[in-house]
């Protein structure tokens, strides 16, 4: 009985062993499944070049760039805009006051007959506006008996004078200003030619 029982435990235990080794074989085949799928994917994704790498790269700070270059344009023509308002805000600011008198001399004039008064604000007037465009920094541009410079002249007409040199202006039609070294308005005139 004993032999018997030591048998039946004996095929147990070799049905255990062949069980254990049945699972490991199922095991091993399902890692190599496994591992068999990784390659697969592994296989199918393409290598990643270097060179496409650092193209890749470039394109992606090449659009940063672009992008922060668009919003410096913006933010520059924001900053234009508010400059040139404020700027012309501060001409304007300066001829509102010349405006005003104007605006006084024009009543005088309906209220009263008194033209050495009227002639006496016009003076005054012009006088004003005048030290507006010196706080302005805004210069005549001298053009009566001076030489004729064609950036800063336009010349209108022609003119015959023996007493004056050739390309002298003898006659101011319209005066010129300028702000700096830019002009804002060239004088109008006449040139002297002597042929």
């Known amino acids: 009985m004993q032999d018997n029982e030591m048998k039946e435990k004996q095929a147990e235990q070799e049905a255990a062993e062949a069980k254990a080794a049945e699972q490991e074989t199922a095991e091993a085949a399902e890692a190599e499944k496994a591992e068999d799928a990784k390659n697969a994917e592994k296989a199918a994704e393409p290598e990643v070049d270097p060179k496409d790498a650092k193209i890749e790269e470039l ?20 900053e234009k805009e508010q400059l040139s308002t404020f700027v012309t805000a501060n001409v304007v600011g300066k001829f509102l006051k ?19 008064a009227v002639v006496d604000g016009m003076k005054k007037i012009r006088r004003q506006f005048e030290d507006a465009f010196k706080d302005l920094k805004v210069e005549e541009i001298e053009a009566q008996n001076s030489k004729f410079d064609p950036n800063i002249h336009e010349a209108v007409m022609r003119g015959h004078n023996p007493e004056l040199d050739d390309e002298i202006v003898d006659m101011v039609f319209e005066k010129g200003y300028k702000l700096g070294d830019k ?10 030619t002597n042929e």
């Open 59 to 78: 394109q992606n700070r090449l659009l940063r760039l672009q992008a922060d270059f668009e919003n410096f344009r913006r933010r520059t023509n924001i």
């Open 98 to 116: 010349v405006l005003d008198n104007f605006e006084r001399a024009e009543a005088s004039v309906e209220k009263g007959d008194n033209v050495d």
């Open 183 to 192: 002009v804002i308005r060239h004088s109008k005139v006449r040139v002297n």
